[in-house]
């Protein structure tokens, strides 16, 4: 068998309310040492034994609490977890959970996921060994056993009473086994991450600590008359993205706005800029001391060559007269390539309509370190949403298909990038630095 048998899926750990629950920590461990995304899932009094911060730190999942709850984009919890899951496993399972479970009664999440699931499901039962002798416990373990469940027997040994007897929760290791057994063979249920429950973003650490960073968000307006515009539909979610996790990462900000339609962190020294002409403007201008720039801006290509000054009124026809503006990150590219040391990041973004070729070619004439392409006209990308798919383009290697992600998980996977870049940046030039002054130590000498 594989090292990581669990690699792929998803495995829904449902935890109830027995002194057993620290043991779900432990069982987590090991499921993600198997390869294995876990959603946990606790009873109310399950989360009196084990604080669900301690679940949600393992997993980077928020604990589902209660069956009323419904994620940060609006879908109901316990369906997502029951549609996406490839196994559920309750552990530990209590004499009273069992019952609920057998009747059928969706008072609790975990009882509401089990039920709402056509994933295979596996029940660790822990409790005194009087409550799991009872004939209503083994009537409803066999009732379960009848609905297709696995039932790892609790062990025997010293239980919580002092006493000593069989109702212990299996070893971790046979828990884990039965998962891996029950999911042999069955094709992965929810391979796109879009579909299962949203992982937390990955924690980074304060990697852009002391670092300058310039991003541009959302379209521009270019004015027709004092009252209308050419606009396009980006929303500015996807620069806002980018600047809240690289602030997360301990950067200093600056946000260039341009027609936004979300909130904008507040710890970001914003620049409203709604023009191209005003964005060129002020991004150049906060490029000269910035580590990197990256130019998620949606930025009108035409302009109207004159921009009424009074309203226009109704007539039979109008036609505007459009002029190209400004590529800015071109501009910015050029600055940086011939005139700024030590050179910042450039990093582009290319919203393409079907094939993403055309991206590889504009990478190399932005003269980016990076571009970010994506087809908008896809699903799940583009504007407006929370999600997007997108190639990296790094000019001279082979583009990168990143899978579906929400939008704060691509700007941290390639802030992770650009502080891989500002590292090896900094690493050359101190290594530059020491063989001048090596050589001209060696000059002096000579
Ligand atoms: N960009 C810019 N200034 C412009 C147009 C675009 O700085 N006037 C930037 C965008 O912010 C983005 C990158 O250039 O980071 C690519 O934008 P895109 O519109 O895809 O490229 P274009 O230069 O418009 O190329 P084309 O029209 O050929 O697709």
Redesign the pocket.
Known sequence: MSARPLEGRLVVLGVTGSIAAYKAAELVRALVAAGAEVQPAMTHSASRFLGPLTLETLTRHRVQLDPLELLADSRIGHIVAADTADVVVVAPATARWMAAMAGGLADDVVTAICLATAAPVVVAPAMDGGMWSHPATRANAERLRGYGYAIVEPEEGPLASGASGRGRLAETAAIVAAVEAAVTGRPVRAPDAALRPPLEPERRGADLEGRRIVV?AGGTAEPIDPVRFIGNRSSGRMGAAVAEAALDRGAVVVLVAGTVSVPLPERAEVRHAET?AAMREVVLAALADADALV???????FRPQRAAEEKLTRRAGLTLELEP??????E?AALAHERLRPRPVLV?????TGSLD?AVE?AAR?RVDL?VANDVAEEGSGFGGDTNRVTIVVPGSAPERWPLLSKREVADRLLDRVAALLDARDASRQTGQATRSMRATEESRA
């Open positions: 541009s191209a130019m998620a801006a949606a930025v009108a290509d503006t400004e590529d800015i990150l071109a910015a582009g973004f290319a919203a393409e055309r504009k932005k571009l």
